[in-house]
């Protein structure tokens, strides 16, 4: 075994919570918009229907996208996928924030989730590669409540923001904190995430992709629309 893969990446423990704070991000958005609802439906006008898609459509695409992130993770590279992800991620919640109408903030939210999907498979790879499997079981060890810590932290960030109503931003608020997490999060990314060569021998299964995807709208759109 060679000294590299025995001390592990230099950088290990910055890369790891890089990863955890990105991906953090990316899970309470999941719930971040639970509390906005009440503003939404006044501001936006938006039906019950609407704002179940605002946050199921986030949903959707987050967890139909998962098993295509990866394997794009694979074929060209996790910290390029990581870094694609975390960019339009957060460029998107840039167009949520500003979005004019409730039709258009359902649009960015599927975009939104399908981002993430190409971001959150990543963490895995990116910190199996950074770290000696002596300390595989730390590193990992942290997934698990940082998971948690999303979903948790989505409806208090969310709620404590809508309340503030910090420059009378309202519920645009939600979306905007996600810009200072983004960019400092890609700019130490970009600067300390390990480069690995991306398998070229990967296949992209496409139409199997797509299929997953149409199969878990199909299930979740009698749901929303009742």
């Known amino acids: 075994m060679s000294t590299a893969v025995e001390t592990g990446y230099k950088y290990r423990w910055l890369v790891l919570t890089v990863v955890l704070v990105a991906e953090i991000m990316d899970l309470f958005d999941a719930t971040i918009v639970n509390v906005a609802g009440p503003t939404l439906a006044q501001k936006l006008s938006a039906s019950n229907t609407d ?14 996208g998962l098993i295509l992130g990866g394997r794009l993770g694979d074929r060209f590279g996790r910290r390029n996928m990581f ?7 957060t460029l998107v919640s840039l167009l949520c ?14 975009v939104q989730g399908f981002l993430g999907a190409m971001l959150l498979p990543q963490g895995f790879g990116l910190i199996r590669e950074s770290f000696p499997p002596k300390e595989f079981g730390k590193a990992f060890a942290a997934y698990g409540p940082a998971f948690g ?10 709620g404590f923001l809508i309340e503030a109503n910090i420059f009378d931003l309202g519920w645009r608020a939600v979306f ?4 200072p997490i983004g960019i400092v999060s890609f700019v130490l990314a970009a600067k300390y995430l390990p480069k690995n060569v991306p398998d070229k021998s990967v296949k992209i299964d496409l139409l199997g992709s797509f299929l997953v995807i149409l199969a878990s ?5 009698p749901l929303i629309k009742g």
């Open 51 to 64: 704002l179940q898609w605002v946050i199921g459509g986030y949903a959707l695409a987050l967890g139909s």
């Open 83 to 89: 870094l694609f992800g975390l960019a339009g991620f």
């Open 97 to 110: 924030a500003i979005a004019p109408n409730i039709e258009s903030l359902i649009v960015f939210r599927f």
């Open 149 to 158: 810590l999303g979903g948790i932290l989505g409806p208090v960030i969310g």
């Open 176 to 179: 905007l904190v996600n810009l």
């Open 217 to 221: 709208g199909m299930l979740v759109y």
